[in-house]
């Protein structure tokens, strides 16, 4: 095994052959992706020269894409993101919660993502919150952090959404905490029948409004009888909603957040090899106690199925509901913070944090600083900083 092994290295090899195959079925999005995963981190993208503030080792550092969906830009979204959101976190339990759109579903979901994930979102948000508020669950309001994921291992497409829910809610005059069983959250039975209903009502009137659309195999659903038959047959299968046992503290669930915002379809770090025309990588079979084996897809296939997970220009797929929301979360946990009798998070001093690991000396561990830089349409073996020399 390689430990240099990337995405990129596979798109680099085979994308040309890709694109020239599947010209008249690739789109916009997926083939800039590609491009972006290509070029992230080399001299086409332009780069940058670092020197060390303490010790004076210079090295030079090529341009990230930034691109969501690439493998090598996640890292340090990821860690900011959740520096943002470490003063969010508050002393009590959090819940796992996921709602996952069954098969039937799904294909309609790939070939209307924008439209799908806006339903699928809407509707686990509207489940939560209605059961949370009812009397005899919880009766409170509560807030939550939704992310959107659209893969399983073994990059089949498989959309469902991760909710981090904390155990306690807000009584509706907002005098008192409201708290769940400590473990137990809300009854997963009566989460999964609402989402069904929710969901299936909303892609019903979306299709009487002509805003979906059928193509390949699913075409046939375009037919009212064939749709309805389809919507008809998924209300009558149980859709999957589980929740995990609650975390043992607000430093787990941000450990565990850090794994999930931000991941992407697969890591470079599960690729295991590349033979002639195949590659090779790393997956857990849940369907047998989460048993790690190895799996080897023609390069075409490959490629194939890390496309399926490209997300539409514009689409969030992070996003806070209810005590979380954005428009009033300061309120609401400053306000959560004095019902819970906690002090407020420490404000850390700008010149206290670290800088960021990209930005960090690999000899000495000091702060890395840019002397020079130069832009794609600028020779990459002459960069601004020798001009003077």
Same mark, same amino acid.
């Given at each position: 095994?390689?430990?240099?092994?990337?995405?990129?290295?596979?798109?680099?090899?085979?994308?040309?052959?890709?694109?020239?195959?599947?010209?008249?079925?690739?789109?916009?999005?997926?083939?800039?992706?590609?491009?972006?995963?290509?070029?992230?981190?080399?001299?086409?993208?332009?780069?940058?020269?670092?020197?060390?503030?303490?010790?004076?080792?210079?090295?030079?550092?090529?341009?990230?894409?930034?691109?969501?969906?690439?493998?090598?830009?996640?890292?340090?979204?990821?860690?900011?993101?959740?520096?943002?959101?470490?003063?969010?976190?508050?002393?009590?339990?959090?819940?796992?919660?996921?709602?996952?759109?069954?098969?039937?579903?799904?294909?309609?979901?790939?070939?209307?993502?924008?439209?799908?994930?806006?339903?699928?979102?809407?509707?686990?948000?509207?489940?939560?919150?209605?059961?949370?508020?009812? +009397?005899?669950?919880?009766?409170?309001?509560?807030?939550?952090?939704?992310?959107?994921?659209?893969?399983?291992?073994?990059?089949?497409?498989?959309?469902?959404?991760?909710?981090?829910?904390? %155990?306690?809610?807000?009584?509706?005059?907002?005098?008192?905490?409201?708290?769940?069983?400590?473990?137990?959250?809300?009854?997963?039975?009566?989460?999964?029948?609402?989402?069904?209903?929710?969901?299936?009502?909303?892609?019903?009137?979306?299709?009487?409004?002509?805003?979906?659309?059928?193509? %390949?195999?699913?075409?046939?659903?375009?037919?009212?009888?064939?749709?309805?038959?389809?919507?008809?047959?998924?209300?009558?299968?149980?859709?999957?909603?589980?929740?995990? +046992?609650?975390?043992?503290?607000?430093?787990?669930?941000?450990?565990?957040?850090?794994?999930?915002?931000?991941?992407?379809?697969?890591?470079?770090?599960?690729?295991?090899?590349?033979?002639?025309?195949?590659?090779?990588?790393?997956?857990?079979?849940?369907?047998?106690? %989460?048993?790690?084996?190895?799996?080897?897809?023609?390069?075409?296939?490959?490629?194939?199925?890390?496309?399926?997970?490209?997300?539409?220009?514009?689409?969030?797929?992070?996003?806070?509901?209810?005590?979380?929301?954005?428009?009033?979360?300061?309120?609401?946990?400053?306000?959560?913070?004095?019902?819970?009798?906690?002090?407020?998070?420490?404000?850390?001093?700008?010149?206290?944090?670290?800088? +960021?690991?990209?930005?960090?000396?690999?000899?000495? %561990?000091?702060?890395?600083?840019?002397?020079?830089?130069?832009?794609?349409?600028?020779?990459?073996?002459?960069?601004?900083?020798?001009?003077?020399?």
């Amino acid at each position: 095994m390689s430990a240099r092994l990337e995405v990129a290295d596979i798109f680099r090899r085979y994308g040309k052959r890709y694109r020239q195959t599947h010209d008249g079925h690739l789109g916009r999005v997926e083939r800039r992706v590609m491009s972006a995963v290509e070029m992230c981190r080399t001299a086409r993208l332009g780069g940058h020269v670092q020197q060390c503030q303490d010790c004076d080792t210079v090295r030079i550092a090529y341009n990230s894409c930034r691109n969501r969906h690439c493998p090598k830009c996640q890292g340090q979204a990821s860690r900011d993101w959740l520096a943002a959101r470490q003063a969010d976190l508050l002393p009590v339990g959090y819940f796992h919660v996921v709602f996952t759109l069954p098969q039937q579903i799904a294909g309609i979901a790939f070939q209307n993502k924008e439209k799908v994930y806006t339903i699928l979102f809407r509707a686990v948000s509207e489940t939560l919150r209605r059961i949370a508020a009812d +009397p005899r669950h919880l009766g409170a309001e509560i807030g939550f952090i939704a992310v959107l994921h659209s893969w399983g291992q073994n990059l089949h497409y498989h959309p469902h959404l991760h909710c981090i829910v904390p %155990g306690v809610g807000l009584s509706f005059d907002q005098s008192r905490w409201v708290a769940c069983r400590k473990s137990f959250f809300l009854p997963v039975r009566v989460l999964s029948r609402l989402f069904r209903r929710l969901f299936l009502e909303e892609l019903k009137q979306a299709y009487d409004q002509d805003q979906l659309r059928f193509f %390949g195999d699913i075409a046939g659903l375009a037919d009212p009888a064939a749709f309805n038959r389809t919507v008809r047959d998924a209300r009558r299968i149980d859709w999957v909603v589980y929740a995990k +046992p609650p975390f043992a503290g607000p430093r787990q669930v941000l450990a565990y957040l850090g794994r999930y915002t931000h991941r992407i379809a697969i890591s470079n770090s599960r690729l295991v090899s590349i033979d002639g025309d195949r590659v090779a990588f790393r997956w857990k079979d849940y369907r047998h106690q %989460g048993q790690q084996k190895v799996m080897t897809l023609d390069a075409d296939e490959f490629i194939r199925r890390f496309l399926l997970h490209t997300l539409p220009d514009g689409l969030h797929r992070i996003r806070h509901y209810g005590l979380l929301a954005n428009g009033h979360r300061q309120l609401k946990l400053d306000l959560c913070r004095k019902l819970l009798n906690v002090p407020p998070p420490p404000v850390e001093e700008p010149d206290a944090k670290p800088p +960021p690991l990209a930005h960090r000396c690999p000899c000495c %561990g000091g702060a890395m600083a840019i002397i020079g830089a130069w832009t794609p349409r600028q020779p990459a073996c002459r960069p601004a900083w020798n001009d003077s020399s």
